[in-house]
């Protein structure tokens, strides 16, 4: 039963996605441009937007609220375009991200309406989000009248909410010796490809606790190759083999781990649907925890491979998969030569007790034993274990991923890092075309380091 309702979740889940992909563009009645084209500020400095009619004629009136760090209200304000433009702007007191919230809250005449596009009751909810709104537009990925903004100040000096548990490291070091002394057993199933001159595989992998699952890719000759680690985003799917195949062909030594203990060709194995719940009042029950530790497994078997050109691995992944990123690079420091993430989830978990909007995994800031366990897979305090140069991206209006917390993990890493703002962009799922430039970024770095070339990050571009 299980396995059938998530099948019939998924195909809900699709058809939304296919109804989204034909109601075309979501209308947009207004246009924020920021102070700053690059959304950085320092303390001190007036943020602000000016806020202009929109291609379409604006029929709402829509009111407007400051929150620093998407979770403490500064100010508030209804917008007037009565003499074509207005503004927003507070002065930036402190390091910190300010997320504007612009939402509509009445229409402007009846007629207005079909000026606006489709009949507000049009804008379907989508699961778990409520009542569907009574009107359209947005540039949030979600046609609700809600328009988003965010801004920097002073991000480099963002700290941690939350101190990091004197234990942490011993924790881990426990955690990662008791699984040094499983032997690996891997188990490899030859998989069909139909890119010539690549050889994949499935693998099963003996981890502390459980089984690591996923695929491997390879250039079909001898030789040896540059290694590319792929981490998954949050979800319960069948892995993308073709992607790895694609990778492989450029001249990758691809390992594609699957987050859960099932095959990674099951699109739905017996994996809670509310995984990320499972065992958080607890670190020896968490979920995370063989999660983490099926992804280092992952990496002892990499080591073992005679195809390895012994010098390079990168780490990629977006959302949860960035998440797994930080954490096994801040776990396996040593061996890991470049971290390349999108929207890393899992930052700054105990956020909501210190005046941050936390995100994913969305852990219940009223439980005290959730908010305890949460901090050992908090990919803040893995952070200061990092050595390899790194490569982040993060959307100023991410609620599932807010860049708060993002930049906590950047600034506890003690090597160079590259921070990659996208100040137009919501998650990179609900917002894909204002988040193109990390991926961009990322394929970018890939064909330098398969070249055998360095990556130097950049800093912080103003």
């Known amino acids: 039963m299980a396995r059938i309702r998530s099948r019939l979740i998924l195909a809900f889940l699709l058809a939304a996605a296919f109804s989204f992909a034909q109601r075309g563009p979501i209308p947009q009645q207004l246009v924020l441009t920021p102070y700053h084209a690059s959304g950085l500020y320092d303390v001190g400095e007036t943020v602000g937007w000016t806020v202009t009619p929109g291609p379409v004629a604006p029929a709402y009136a829509y009111k407007w609220t400051i929150r620093r760090n998407n979770a403490v209200v500064l100010k508030e304000g209804k917008l007037d375009l009565s003499s074509g433009k207005d503004k927003i702007e507070i002065t930036g007191d402190q390091p910190e991200m300010l997320y504007v919230a612009v939402e509509a809250y009445a229409n402007l005449a009846p007629e207005a309406t079909t000026a606006a596009g489709p009949e507000p009751q049009a804008a379907a909810a989508g699961p778990g989000r409520g009542a569907a709104s009574p009107f359209v537009g947005g540039n ?9 903004v965010g801004a920097a100040v002073a991000p480099a000096r963002i700290g941690l909410s939350t ?3 004197d234990d942490f490291d011993a924790f881990w070091d426990a955690k990662l010796a008791a699984q ?5 057993n891997p188990v490899l199933t030859p998989a069909q490809t139909d890119l010539p001159g690549v050889e994949l595989s499935m693998f ?7 089984k690591a699952h996923g695929y491997v890719a390879k250039p079909a000759r001898e030789g040896k190759y540059p290694a590319l680690v792929q981490l998954q985003y949050a979800g319960v799917y069948a892995l993308n083999a073709r992607a790895n195949a694609q990778r492989a062909a450029e001249g990758w030594l691809v390992i594609n781990v699957d987050s859960h203990d099932k095959l990674p060709s099951d699109p ?3 994996v809670p649907r509310g995984y990320q719940a499972v065992g958080n009042t607890d670190r020896e029950k968490s979920y995370f925890l063989n999660m983490y530790l099926r992804d280092s497994r992952a990496l002892d078997y990499l080591l073992t491979r005679p195809d390895w050109d012994g010098k390079t691995i990168v780490l990629t992944g977006g959302s949860m998969g960035g998440q797994q990123s930080l954490a096994l690079a801040g776990l396996r420091p040593e061996k890991i030569g470049a971290v390349l993430v999108c929207v890393p ?5 105990n956020g909501d007790l210190h005046g941050r909007k936390a995100g994913y995994p969305n852990w219940p800031s009223n439980n005290p034993d959730v ?9 803040v305090n893995f952070a200061s274990r990092i050595k390899a140069p790194l490569m982040a991206g993060m959307g100023f209006i991410d609620t599932i991923s807010p860049p708060a917390g993002v930049w906590t993990a950047l600034n506890q890493i003690p090597v160079p890092t590259e921070p990659l703002p996208m100040i137009e962009s919501e998650h ?14 990322t394929n970018e770095l890939l064909g330098l380091l398969l070249k055998g070339g360095e990556f130097k990050p950049s800093g912080l571009k103003r």
Do not use: E, W
Not at 371 to 379: C, E, G, H, I
Not at 428 to 441: I, K, Y
């Open 140 to 148: 949030t990925g979600r046609s609700n009248g809600l328009y988003a």
């Open 371 to 379: 908010m305890k366990t949460a901090l050992y897979f908090d990919t």
């Open 204 to 210: 099963v992998l003996d981890a502390l606790g459980s």
């Open 163 to 165: 101190p990091r548990p």
């Open 268 to 270: 739905s194995g017996d």
């Open 180 to 184: 040094a002394k499983i032997p690996i």
């Open 345 to 349: 989830a899992g930052a700054d978990t």
């Open 428 to 441: 990179d799922n609900l917002t894909p075309q204002s988040g193109r430039a990390c991926p961009a970024r």
